[in-house]
């Protein structure tokens, strides 16, 4: 089992940043790909970004390229989402997940970013 524990959500003012934090704990060994994922107010979860652990590659949704950067740490077991210039519509509960061949299987409780504007 993988266990991963988000942090640094909070109430910003647009155009603000905030940097969350993932850390992962127990068979870490397993996962090979860290993502990010949001659900604002009334709508679905959606994907923001993803990072892989070998060779650190990422990959973002459109809307947030320019503005957040994921990023690791191996020695850690963390992983970072950087978020920069928000605007109020990303405002949601962030959760990290970790998948494993290809599947996020395991999943964070989510830590909740506030953007006013």
């Known amino acids: 089992q993988v266990q991963l524990v988000e942090s640094g959500g909070g109430l910003v003012q647009a155009g603000g940043s905030l940097r969350l934090s993932c850390v992962a704990s127990?068979?870490?060994?397993?996962?090979?790909?860290m993502g990010w994922f949001r659900r604002a107010p009334g709508k679905e979860r959606e994907f923001v970004g993803r990072?892989?652990?070998?060779?650190?590659?990422?990959y973002y949704k459109d809307s947030v390229k320019g503005r957040f950067t994921i990023s690791g740490d191996n020695g850690k077991n963390t992983v970072y989402l950087q978020m920069n210039a928000l605007k109020p519509e990303d405002t949601a509960i962030y959760y990290c997940?970790?998948?494993?061949?290809?599947?996020?299987?395991?999943w964070g409780q989510g830590t909740q970013v506030t953007v006013s504007s």
């Open positions: 127990g068979r870490t060994f397993s996962i090979g790909t």
């Open positions: 997940a970790g998948s494993t061949g290809g599947v996020y299987s395991y």
């Open positions: 990072y892989n652990w070998s060779g650190g590659r990422t």
